[in-house]
């Protein structure tokens, strides 16, 4: 899932997208020494690596800007590498740099970092997504943090009480039986791709929502996100509600629908009947594991949300660049159910050597 969406850098603040820098150097085993106050001679942050030969001290300045980065900023951050005795310096746009200036810079130790190869460096070295806030809060802001509390408990709620009552057997379900095992396949498989489909569309939703919290999104347009959200968890909710129908065909079955099924043909039709079986227990558990996190990562958006108003109405006010920040854990899920994709195909293959 993206970080931030490029053309989305140029709406931060400048101490903003400061923080959004010193937040990604971070991510990138880089220390953080010092941080500009006020005049800082061309220095915004002071950032340290340990690392061998290629480590050292950094001076790096963030440039956020629409205009093309000139020479004269070069050679000025040079002069500042130069005073302060540091490695090489680091400037960092959300535009563009002239060719004087990246013909300056290769020349020099320099290194520029302009809009295009920062949006790339944030989604490869966030390993959480923040939304950052303004260091005052506006009326406007105050009632968007209200809604982001609102729906996302109800998201929360929902999922929760769907996932409850599936575990506990509390919702009366008609299995859906299957004799043939060609059609439990194109059921599951057809099932597989709508929850896929549901996966893509939360995740641009989330980009969607993040690039909101931080461009001030009118209230009503959250609650409009918020409602495509629903819209998503439901799909998944009825993929969820759909695979605990799904009753897989066991090896019993092979022998009670399949009487004339004898030597190979009956280990083949047995071996995908394995198959059916591990693969639904697995999208089970997988889905569970989805749903579940999903609910987690919106009762933490309502919650952290929550917090930031309740600071608000102590009248403290949360420090510019203030974060916001939650986790997606499923990448252990993830690879569960490859493992389980891998362990039937590997069976499947072996079922077709005897039919």
Not at 221 to 234: G, I, N, T
Request: contains cysteine; glycine residues 6%.
């Amino acid at each position: 899932m993206p970080y931030v969406l490029e053309d989305h850098l140029e709406t931060l603040t400048g101490k903003e997208f400061e923080e959004l820098v010193a937040h990604m150097l971070s991510g990138m085993d880089l220390t953080i020494q010092e941080r500009s106050t006020g005049a800082d001679g061309g220095v915004d942050l002071i950032a340290y690596s340990a690392e061998p030969i290629r480590g050292g001290t950094f001076v790096v300045q963030c440039k956020r800007q629409v205009s093309k980065v000139s020479a004269p900023v070069v050679r000025d951050l040079l002069g500042t590498v130069t005073a302060r005795k540091a490695n090489k310096g680091i400037l960092v746009t959300t535009s563009e740099f002239t060719a004087a200036a990246i013909e300056f810079a290769q020349a020099n130790r320099i290194e520029l970092i302009d809009g295009h190869v920062l949006s790339t460096l944030l989604q490869e070295h966030m390993g959480e997504m923040p939304c950052v806030f303004p260091s005052e809060a506006p009326a406007e802001v105050r009632q968007f943090v209200k809604v982001v509390v609102s729906e996302a408990t109800k998201l929360a709620e929902r999922i929760n009480q769907q996932d409850y009552e599936l575990s506990k057997g509390l919702v009366p379900i008609q299995e859906k039986r299957f004799r043939d095992l060609e059609q439990l396949t194109k059921f599951t498989d057809d099932l597989w791709r709508r929850f896929h489909s549901a996966v893509d569309v939360f995740g641009n939703q989330m980009e969607h929502y993040l690039n909101g919290m931080s461009s001030r999104t009118s209230p009503e347009e959250v609650q409009r996100r918020f409602a495509s959200m629903k819209v998503v968890m439901d799909e998944f909710l009825s993929v969820q509600l759909l695979v605990y129908r799904v009753r897989p065909i066991t090896p019993a079955d092979v022998r009670t629908y399949h009487p004339e099924a004898h030597g190979r043909r009956l280990k083949g039709a047995t071996l995908l009947a394995e198959s059916s079986v591990h693969f639904i227990g697995g999208f089970k558990r997988f889905i569970h594991l989805f749903v579940t996190e999903c609910s987690r990562c919106f009762t933490e958006m309502a919650s952290l949300s929550n917090e930031l108003e309740a600071r608000w109405q102590r009248g403290e006010t949360p420090e510019t660049g203030q974060q916001i920040s939650f986790n997606f854990h499923i990448d252990e899920a993830s690879r569960e159910m490859c493992r389980v994709s891998e362990w039937c195909n590997q069976k499947t293959k072996e079922a077709f050597r005897f039919l």
